[in-house]
């Protein structure tokens, strides 16, 4: 690795579906209510796809996050999606993407890692932008989570919504620049546990062998709630720990804690265990739901666009989730 690269996010942007559907709209399809909704997961509406798809919601994300950077789509050589809801097997959601933004130099791909997704992504554009391979990326998360609902299910039909974040990513040269050469992306840490997938799974895809009798799987999301909240608050505040202790900062240090929106009890565990104030975890899933691998590059987005980031504010990020998957960055703005 060159050490004397800088990677700094310069431009975000974000993509919902039109559609907004309230708690009190979902209590029509399933036996609920806001009531138990709100109460337990924070959540009060969601963004559901009509005529959006995983690809334009991700196109429409990066075209804004170019815009607020500043560049065009011909600069960009690296587009990274992390979804596990992408419209076809193949083409990759990324080269879809590609075509649509003119993104003709970009070498595109996608990354699974469910709601650590976007995370994943920047981990792995940052190793490239750093190995000096390429200089400019584009990195998503994306997704379309209504299409693998049981919305029968009431203990995760509620749970989710649509829709699709972005980040330009780019490399400076140190001391070049002296504005954009300092800060950036200082320390990343990740995991995963295979063990425990089957807490939070989407099956279905099965064997297809003319031959055999080949057994039903429904294509839904299933999980175990109360595993996956121990997970959580168990794995998100280590993984901080260890990737502040990478960077060499505190939790006193961090101006935000820019978290995948599962849960607001999980931000709560979170930051009582980090003994970090609740006003530094900024949320957004009241109004979007748990959009898995886009949470965090949308609230990301929002804030940016709030002007709540100023330059030299230090933030973690952090993804988590099915794998099970986990990955927090440090950043200076
Ligand atoms: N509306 C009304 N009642 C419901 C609903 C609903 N939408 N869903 C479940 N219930 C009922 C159950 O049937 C059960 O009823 P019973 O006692 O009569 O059997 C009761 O509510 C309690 O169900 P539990 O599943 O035990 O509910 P719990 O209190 O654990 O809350 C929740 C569920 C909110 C999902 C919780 O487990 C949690 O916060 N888990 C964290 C996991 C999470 O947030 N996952 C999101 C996706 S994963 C990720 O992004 C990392």
């Given at each position: ?14 993509c ?12 029509k ?13 924070g959540?009060r ?18 075209m ?20 596990i ?8 959601t ?20 469910a ?42 039909c ?6 699709a ?15 954009k ?10 995991g ?13 895809r ?7 009798e080949n ?22 505040p ?15 240090d ?10 607001i009890?999980i931000?709560?565990?979170v ?10 975890f ?37 993804g988590?989730?099915?794998?099970l ?8 703005w």
């Amino acid at each position: 690795m060159k050490n004397s690269v800088i990677t700094r996010i310069t431009g975000t942007g974000s993509c919902l579906p039109e559609q907004i559907v309230t708690n009190e709209d979902l209590s029509k399809v399933v036996d609920t209510s806001d009531e138990w909704i709100s109460s337990r997961t924070g959540i009060r509406e969601r963004h559901l796809a009509k005529d959006e798809t995983t690809a334009s919601m991700a196109a429409e994300a990066g075209m804004r996050a170019m815009q607020d950077a500043g560049i065009g789509a011909e600069e960009v050589d690296l587009l990274i999606v992390g979804t596990i809801t992408g419209d076809y097997v193949t083409p990759s959601t990324s080269c879809e993407v590609q075509e649509i933004l003119g993104a003709v130099n970009a070498v595109a791909f996608d990354i699974n890692a469910a709601c650590a997704g976007f995370m994943f992504a920047l981990h792995t554009a940052h190793a490239y932008l750093q190995s000096g391979i390429y200089k400019t990326a584009l990195v998503l998360g994306a997704e379309t989570l209504s299409k693998i609902m049981d919305w029968k299910d009431r203990s995760t039909c509620v749970l989710f919504g649509d829709g699709a974040g972005a980040a330009v990513v780019r490399a400076f040269e140190k001391g070049k620049a002296e504005d954009k050469a300092a800060g950036g992306i200082l320390a990343f840490e990740q995991g995963s546990d295979g063990r425990k997938g089957k807490v939070l799974s989407c099956l279905g895809r099965r064997n297809n062998n003319p031959l055999i009798e080949n057994p039903f799987i429904p294509s839904y999301v299933s999980m175990n709630g109360q595993e996956v909240y121990k997970f959580a608050v168990n794995t998100v505040p280590a993984s901080i720990q260890k990737v502040l202790e990478l960077a060499g900062l505190e939790t006193g240090d961090i101006k935000y804690f820019v978290l995948h929106q599962a849960n607001i009890r999980i931000l709560q565990a979170v930051a009582k265990r980090l003994k970090a104030d609740m006003e530094k975890f900024p949320v957004s899933l009241d109004h979007c739901g748990n959009i898995s691998a886009a949470s965090v590059p949308i609230l990301l987005d929002e804030m940016n666009r709030k002007g709540m980031l100023e330059k030299g504010d230090k933030i973690v990020m952090s993804g988590f989730g099915g794998g099970l998957t986990w990955a927090s960055a440090v950043l200076e703005w």
